[in-house]
């Protein structure tokens, strides 16, 4: 297979093999497509996460163990978990 780069493509694997992290332009697509995989796992994880996420709320909302609640409900109370500055509370604050 015969694969054309982009001119930037090109450039990071030449500073790659020039840093010394790698010695060929093999090895660096072989780490690139390596890291690939692994953002394809994660996020296949985090979608079948997310699809028992809304399973288990669609299963509470069925047995009725849910309410419903407003926009600005919801705006207070991630305000609230946040703090005033809108960043998260550490632990030791909200002890």
Known sequence: MTVELAPE??????RSIAAGSFNSAEEVLGAAFQ???EEELRREFRRERLRREVDLADELAADGKVRAFSA???IQRVRTRLGKSGAPRSPAASK
Not at 9 to 14: F, G, R, V
């Open 9 to 14: 493509q090109e450039a990071i694997i030449k």
């Open 35 to 37: 890291l690939l995989e």
């Open 72 to 74: 600005d409900e919801m």
